[in-house]
């Protein structure tokens, strides 16, 4: 892991929620970790599967992490001169932080050291989800390395090859003659469109629709057709169990079939 190019990606996300609305202005160490995910996938999609940073991401719990990038926050942030909140959770766990930094060209002088498909995914997702946890991590769960992987393992950011497609065919260039016949057909396609147009608004015109009446007929029918599907199905409860297999199903990567 290259721990200078992970310091700025963290830096980098920081200067930029700074110009942000003010709700999505703090990042806690969560979100922080999930924009340098974003940024290796971006740069590995550009790049033969190699990511910016180097890290050796873990499918862990339901996102991707590294403990490295983690111990990283703290000194990268600090280092920008990034203030940090503690917030008392209501949980067992302890307090979580938020940090922020005020911008003041930190971002500009950032950029200086970053690729472009860094800088525009960081900034695409900070304006998408800034500090909201659920969708980051929704989305990151959803990216290519994660479906393919299972818990606790590393994550592989190399694409399959792509089949090499056909060139499509040249265009032949019509002569005028055949410019004015191709242009006549389409007028007169466009006329026989709209003449069964008009001629299925008068139909609709002549068209009485009669009211239903909800009597006791209709209510026996009712009855009578609940009846066909048999008695009321019981209530029941328990606890599905899964192969650890279902995590190398196609149906959790393949458009196809999932």
Known sequence: MDIAKVDR?????????????????????????????????????????KTFTGTPWKFHHFGPWDLGVHNRIEPACSHIGAEKKSIPSEHKEGDFFRWSVKNEGIETLLERDLPIDVTSTIKWAIRKFGSDTASLLNHVYLTGPMLKGAPEEFLDFSSPDQPELPEPPMRQEMSKREQKRKSQEIKEAKNKIQQKLAERNKSSQRISVRPPRYDEVFFAGCEWLDSLAGGKIEELSGEAVFSSEIWKSRTRFDPEIS
């Open 9 to 49: 990606i963290i830096q980098y996300a920081l200067a930029v929620a700074a110009g942000e609305d003010f709700c999505n202005r703090e990042l806690g160490p969560i979100h922080l970790i999930k924009y340098v995910y974003l940024a290796d996938l971006a740069h590995s999609e550009k790049n033969k599967g």
